[in-house]
């Protein structure tokens, strides 16, 4: 692939990351400013839930376990051999960017930033 072809797709992965986060967004924490919101609860209930023997869960944890998630989805349908359509690609590739971002908001909230 070549230069120009490549930093196409890549503004065109991050406009479409940026769109998923806003609508998402709203679906996951309302009108709330807080982005991070899900992600705290999500961490209060495995808190109360004691997962795993797990200590405290945060926020960034949960979007850690969310970019395993993803990455086992990948795998498990390439070890298996089942069909992933382009769609479900692009999809995991998305989520996947955006947990990451997300992992780091999470931690940068966590410090008090």
Known sequence: MLG???YDMVNMGNSRR???LQERGV???G???DMLKSFKKVAAVAN???VAGCMNFKGSDIAE????LKQVRGAHAKTHGIGVSDVDRIDIHDDLHNYTDLKRAN???EQGG
């Open 18 to 20: 940026v769109e998923i």
């Open 107 to 109: 931690e940068i909230d």
């Open 27 to 29: 679906v996951y924490d």
């Open 31 to 33: 009108d709330d400013k």
């Open 48 to 50: 109360v839930l004691e």
């Open 4 to 6: 120009d072809s490549f």
């Open 65 to 68: 376990l969310l970019i395993i």
